[in-house]
């Protein structure tokens, strides 16, 4: 059997951040609707634009490591690193938002960007699930939750989609009155993300290995 690549997890964090803000930035230039779960913080941006979609998206995040560690009835020094990663996260949303306004719109350009989007969210959440680091909070919600109430990930993974789906509907319609964010994009999102990420998953974890250099430099 050949032997599987090792990849030091501080490396694959540095690429998650920078895979997922483009994944979810890209997904919404295409206007087809982004993924569900950056969606709530899309539509607080629209219905609230004193805040950025980058200073929402960390918002959102901070409510997400709070009810993990109410769920896990103790304090997580690991939850307060994931809060500085999406941070992180979000600004590099920004940047992201920036530089993609002179992409070009026509349909096929919007499909692609869409796909694109699609086939990154999958890899970088794939990374996120096993880099042995604190990773992004709406990554780590669902992983950790799986967890706690002992469910597999993809199943768990669809249902908080879901779930997102629809508060992202509700916050639209009601604050809104209109659809923001929303498109058949995003409901191929939360009813596929879970299963396309198990599936890259299957194939990655075949040919890589993560390890962590702290743990080499703590024991020098």
Avoid at 121 to 142: A, E, Y
Avoid at 152 to 173: A, E, G, N
Wanted: charged residues 15%; hydrophobic residues 50%.
């Amino acid at each position: 059997m050949k032997e599987k690549r090792k990849i030091p997890g501080e490396l694959a964090l540095l690429a998650i951040i920078l895979l997922n803000s483009f994944g979810v930035a890209i997904m919404s230039k295409s206007g087809f609707g982004i993924s569900s779960i950056s969606s709530v913080p899309y539509v607080f941006s629209h219905a609230f634009p004193f805040l950025s979609f980058g200073t929402w998206n960390y918002l959102f995040q901070t409510a997400l490591v709070s009810t993990l560690m109410i769920l896990a009835g103790k304090w997580n020094s690991s939850y307060l690193v994931s809060f500085v990663v999406g941070i992180a996260f979000g600004k590099m949303l920004d940047v992201h938002e920036a530089w993609m306004q002179f992409l070009p719109t026509a349909l096929g350009f919007r499909i692609l960007w869409f796909l694109m989007g699609f086939a990154v969210l999958s890899f970088g959440i794939c990374l996120s699930n096993h880099c042995l680091m604190p990773i992004v909070p709406t990554d780590i919600f669902p992983r950790d939750l799986s967890a706690l109430i002992h469910k597999k990930y993809k199943y768990v993974k669809t249902t908080f989609d879901v779930c997102c789906l629809t508060t992202t509907l509700l916050i639209s319609l009601l604050l809104l009155h209109r659809l923001s964010g929303v498109g058949i994009g995003t409901v191929i999102c939360a009813f596929s993300t879970g299963k396309s990420v198990s599936v890259v998953e299957k194939h990655l974890m075949k040919h890589v290995e993560f390890y962590r250099l702290t743990d080499g430099f703590r024991k020098v």
